[in-house]
């Protein structure tokens, strides 16, 4: 079993992952603090929610099996080598519980308080049946041969897919409202910062054991971390230079404090705004 060669990178290497955990777990609490302040959830995409459950519920299934069940890591060894550590870390793990219940809270909240005329849109919908169809036919595939690491790995090809596509709504909302009000930004800043700890930690594993296997042995949190740090950048750019509050805080985009819909949902894209 492969151990670490260096013990200062070792302890870099924990760090960067908890640092990563703290961010990233963190990065959920302003939007539902901002929720909880307005008693509103207009601003906030629900795609980006719904999807963004099935994205790390799935993960959760992906890191929580290849953290502690032994014959999905046996069949990681047999594949990338005896020798090569397993690339999920307990800060990984602990993230995507929390992630699965601060996302389930957020649904919670949406379902509570005002969300004006938005609504789940009927593709996203349909994404997420078509999702876990998708996973539950790999299941069954996966038995008779007992190919458990090609399974998790189906949940982990599952996660990289909702996190390209969760972000999508919530750029292109901003981008037709011209605004960000009501979508928290604190979210995104340490959604960065958990991106760039996430994607060091790889690196000093894999400059520790001499081998690049970490990356494309864990495609999917390579991935993880550089679609969201695509994103992230991206709604910086919205926020901070496209549509800074300054400009965008017309009477009618403060009155959001005031729990006005600010956005027609995508189902109404066709009808007045109220």
Same mark, same amino acid.
């Given at each position: 079993?492969?151990?670490?060669?260096?013990?200062?990178?070792?302890?870099?290497?924990?760090?960067?992952?908890?640092?990563?955990?703290?961010?990233?777990?963190?990065?959920?609490?302003?939007?539902?603090?901002?929720?909880?302040?307005?008693?509103? $959830?207009?601003?906030? &995409?629900?795609?980006? %929610? @719904?999807?963004?459950?099935? *994205?790390?519920?799935?993960?959760?299934?992906? =890191?929580?099996?290849?953290?502690?069940?032994?014959?999905?890591?046996?069949?990681?060894?047999?594949?990338?080598?005896?020798?090569?550590?397993?690339?999920?870390?307990?800060?990984?793990?602990?993230?995507?519980?929390?992630?699965?219940?601060?996302?389930?809270?957020?649904?919670?909240?949406?379902?509570?308080?005002?969300?004006?005329?938005?609504?789940?849109?009927?593709?996203?919908?349909?994404?997420?049946?078509?999702?876990?169809?998708?996973?539950?036919?790999?299941?069954?595939?996966?038995?008779?041969?007992?190919?458990?690491?090609?399974? $998790?790995?189906?949940? &982990?090809?599952?996660? %990289? @897919?909702?996190?390209?596509? *969760?972000?999508?709504?919530?750029?292109?909302? =901003?981008?037709?409202?011209?605004?960000?009000?009501?979508?928290?930004?604190?979210?995104?800043?340490?959604?960065?910062?958990?991106?760039?700890?996430?994607?060091?930690?790889?690196?000093?594993?894999?400059?520790?054991?001499?081998?690049?296997?970490?990356?494309?042995?864990?495609?999917?949190?390579?991935?993880?971390?550089?679609?969201?740090?695509?994103?992230?950048?991206?709604?910086?750019?919205?926020?901070?230079?496209?549509?800074?509050?300054?400009?965008?805080?017309?009477?009618?985009?403060?009155?959001?404090?005031?729990?006005?819909?600010?956005?027609?949902?995508?189902?109404?894209?066709?009808?007045?705004?109220?």
């Amino acid at each position: 079993m492969a151990s670490w060669n260096s013990i200062p990178l070792e302890v870099l290497y924990n760090t960067l992952g908890w640092i990563a955990f703290f961010s990233w777990s963190i990065s959920f609490y302003p939007q539902v603090i901002l929720n909880f302040r307005r008693k509103s $959830v207009v601003g906030l &995409n629900f795609d980006f %929610v @719904v999807l963004n459950l099935t *994205k790390h519920s799935s993960y959760l299934i992906y =890191n929580a099996s290849m953290f502690f069940s032994s014959a999905v890591q046996m069949q990681y060894r047999q594949k990338y080598g005896y020798n090569e550590m397993i690339p999920v870390a307990a800060n990984d793990v602990a993230f995507s519980v929390h992630a699965v219940l601060l996302t389930a809270f957020t649904l919670f909240q949406i379902a509570i308080y005002d969300r004006g005329n938005q609504k789940v849109a009927k593709t996203s919908i349909a994404i997420v049946f078509v999702a876990w169809l998708t996973v539950a036919v790999c299941v069954f595939i996966a038995l008779p041969s007992h190919s458990w690491l090609w399974l $998790v790995s189906c949940f &982990n090809t599952l996660q %990289v @897919v909702m996190t390209v596509i *969760k972000y999508i709504p919530q750029a292109v909302m =901003n981008f037709q409202r011209k605004s960000t009000i009501g979508f928290s930004i604190g979210n995104i800043l340490l959604d960065l910062l958990g991106g760039l700890t996430n994607y060091g930690q790889m690196t000093v594993q894999s400059i520790d054991q001499n081998s690049w296997v970490n990356f494309y042995g864990n495609i999917g949190k390579t991935l993880l971390s550089l679609i969201s740090i695509f994103f992230d950048i991206l709604f910086i750019l919205q926020h901070y230079v496209l549509y800074p509050a300054w400009k965008t805080a017309t009477s009618r985009d403060v009155d959001v404090i005031g729990k006005k819909p600010l956005l027609k949902s995508s189902d109404h894209e066709n009808k007045e705004e109220v």
